[in-house]
């Protein structure tokens, strides 16, 4: 069989960005001898998939949904610090990279047992509304308006709030009934399962979509100043790279029914510290 020159040329591009520093598209296309308007159409194809991703200083890297990058596309420290967080807060820690599509966790540490959403690094969950709320808080509006609209139509005012106080805390507390914190450890459970069995992976996906969508409801302002305990499935925090850019949301999931003012004080601010030294590591 012979070779397909155009993809010839992807793979070259591909290559190239996984070899070098963040190169400019003439960079690459002077490199590998290519014209601009071919590199500027696939590093166009590759970004929109997330297989590569532009900085502010308009140089191109591989992005955090390329097959190999999961490793890569983690914040140097990655996985001492989620040891850390997790051992602080006494709840599993996770990191995940956003793409315009997906979630993929690309740091995981469990603690005590129980782990936010019950996956592991690799995994990808659909990029569905209310999932990667925090980071798209700071994405610009027309982002925002995407991602809402993949909500169902009854949830969008309070999602659109919900932005706005994100913005303001840093964070989102993601609150859940009680009844639903079962069927978490239920869908994390099976989804476990299947993850030994090569055949079930559009059946995995489906079930890794589910817990996407028990996120729960967002926590007000009000109610987390209130005395009373709260449930609350986990804590979300963006983690903006070196262009302060969010790329990631970093997680602590307490998946608890009944968390005091205290201990919800003990996670914000443990979730931002962590937040702020895994950016300071892009």
């Known amino acids: 069989m012979s070779a397909s020159p155009p993809t010839d040329r992807v793979v070259s591009v591909v290559e190239l960005l996984a070899a070098e520093a ?6 690459v296309a002077d490199r590998l001898a290519l014209s601009r308007s071919t590199v500027a159409a696939i590093l166009t194809t590759l970004e929109s998939r997330g297989w590569a991703r532009r900085s502010r200083d308009l140089t191109y890297r591989l992005g ?20 850390e967080l ?8 996770a990191l995940s990279v956003v793409s315009s599509n997906s ?8 603690h005590h047992g129980r782990v936010p959403a019950g996956i592991e690094v690799g995994a990808r969950v659909p990029l569905r509304a209310p999932a990667g709320a925090s980071v798209i808080a700071f994405c610009p509006p027309q ?22 106080e994100i913005r303001s805390a840093g964070l989102v507390v993601w609150g859940i009934d009680p009844a639903d914190l079962a069927t978490l450890d ?55 790279d070196r262009d302060e850019v969010p790329r990631w949301e970093l997680q602590i ?3 608890h029914p009944a968390v005091s003012p205290g201990d919800r004080e003990l996670y914000r601010t443990e979730l931002l510290v962590c937040a702020q030294k895994l950016g300071a590591a892009t």
Do not use: K, N
């Open 143 to 164: 982002r925002q308006h995407a991602w809402l609209a993949t909500a169902d139509p009854g949830r969008r005012d309070e999602l659109t709030t919900a932005l706005a």
């Open 22 to 27: 963040p190169l400019t598209a003439a960079s």
């Open 64 to 83: 955090p949904t390329f097959p190999t990058a999961h490793r890569a596309s983690a914040p140097a420290g990655t996985d001492a610090a989620l040891r």
């Open 103 to 110: 979630m993929t966790f690309v740091g995981l540490a469990a």
């Open 186 to 240: 239920v869908l994390a459970e099976v989804a476990g399962h299947l993850a030994h069995s090569p055949a079930s992976g559009p059946l995995r996906r489906r079930v890794l979509g589910l817990l996407g969508d028990l996120s729960g409801y967002p926590h007000t302002a009000a109610d987390l100043a209130a005395a009373a305990p709260l449930p609350i499935a986990y804590l979300a925090a963006p983690v903006f």
């Open 86 to 93: 997790a051992r602080r807060v006494g709840c599993g820690a």
């Open 253 to 255: 999931g307490p998946l």
